[in-house]
């Protein structure tokens, strides 16, 4: 009997630790679609990365699927898997944050925050590709959410995403390698979440 209840507890710890992620149910479901659309671009290579990014020669020719594909492949496995863990990480932290439907809201005035800021004020930007300006504008958008429902992480959030987009206008990323980082698509990215997350409600319940 002991050890019967013993086992329901540790099931139920189990559940309890997944939904505190915002992994159970349809939000696991979800994750796992958006954790999908970053890593399995990688697998077309170099063609297909070359078809998709943001271009700017090809967006002059007309070819606008690029303002939306360029910001779901990568320069490789290894730039979508770090982009993906990112993923993880802020959708643990803010995932119930906004409704499903908000979230897209956010992350379309991320994307449009980006492209127009790479077209008018980056000139010199002739080709981007990746999800981390749309996760800055993820991370900003949860950031706003907890300072709002005052939150003592958030002040902690917004020191960092702050102290983070300040930094890295100056100096190189540690983590970039050799891969060409556009630290002003993250820039870009945040004010479009935030944007589009001032004038959204979000929700008060906890994870």
């Known amino acids: 009997m002991a050890r019967n209840e013993k086992r329901s507890g540790a099931r139920g710890s189990v559940r309890r630790t997944i939904a505190s992620l915002n992994g159970d149910g349809r939000y696991g479901a979800a994750l796992l679609v ?3 659309c970053l890593l399995l671009p990688s697998a077309g ?4 990365r ?5 271009e700017r020669a090809a967006l ?3 070819e606008y699927w690029r303002l939306l594909t360029a910001h779901v492949v990568h320069l490789d496995a290894s730039h979508a898997a770090l982009n993906t863990l990112g ?6 932290l803010f995932a119930r944050d906004y409704a499903p439907r908000r979230w897209i809201v956010i992350a ?3 994307i449009l925050a980006i492209d127009a800021g790479l077209w008018w004020l980056a000139p010199q930007v002739e080709w981007y590709v990746g999800a981390s300006g749309v996760l800055h504008g993820a991370l900003a958008a949860g950031t706003l959410a907890h300072l709002r429902r005052r939150d003592f992480d958030g002040w902690i959030l ?12 100056r100096v190189a990323l540690p983590f970039a390698g050799d891969a060409p980082v556009i630290v002003a698509a993250h820039l870009y990215g945040a004010i479009g979440g935030l944007a589009a997350a ?10």
């Open 158 to 169: 917004a020191a960092f995403l702050i102290g983070k987009l300040a930094i890295e206008q």
């Open 108 to 110: 379309l005035a991320s």
């Open 87 to 92: 993923l993880v990480l802020i959708w643990g």
């Open 60 to 62: 002059a020719a007309g």
């Open 34 to 36: 958006a954790a999908a």
């Open 50 to 54: 070359d078809a998709l990014r943001y």
């Open 45 to 48: 290579g170099s063609l297909l």
């Open 198 to 207: 001032l004038c959204l409600p979000s929700r008060r319940e906890p994870l």
